[in-house]
């Protein structure tokens, strides 16, 4: 069993950086892919970034990249997301999730936080 903890949202305007925390506990082969997602009102559901915790592997969607970074703190049981250069439209619940292996396929993240909310303003 996983347990996955989210916190860091907030309400930041536009150009504003926030960092948000995920830490997570049970077997650490259930842990190999980290991975945050956010979905907003009326929209699917999005992979945002992951990290591969074994071989600190990286993947961020393209409308993030440059701005946002995953990063982990293995002795705290912790991912990060750090978020830079925030856009409106960065706006959305943001979940982080794991799952064993495949880190790349969005299919198969079973374990997930109950979300932290990031609101931009413009």
């Known amino acids: 069993q996983v347990q996955l903890m989210e916190s860091g949202g907030g309400s930041v305007q536009a150009g504003g950086s926030l960092r948000l925390s995920c830490v997570f506990s049970g077997y650490s082969y259930n842990t190999t892919c980290m991975g945050w997602f956010r979905q907003a009102p009326g929209k699917e559901r999005e992979k945002v970034a992951y990290?591969?915790?074994?071989?600190?592997?990286?993947y961020y969607a393209d409308s993030v990249k440059g701005r946002f970074t995953i990063s982990q703190d293995s002795g705290k049981n912790t991912v990060y997301l750090q978020m830079n250069q925030l856009k409106p439209e960065d706006t959305a619940m943001y979940y982080c999730?794991?799952?064993?292996?495949?880190?790349?396929?969005?299919?198969?993240?079973?374990?997930w936080g109950p979300g932290t909310q990031v609101t931009v303003s413009s």
């Open positions: 990290l591969y915790r074994e071989h600190g592997n990286t």
């Open positions: 999730a794991a799952k064993r292996n495949y880190c790349a396929l969005t299919a198969g993240y079973g374990y």
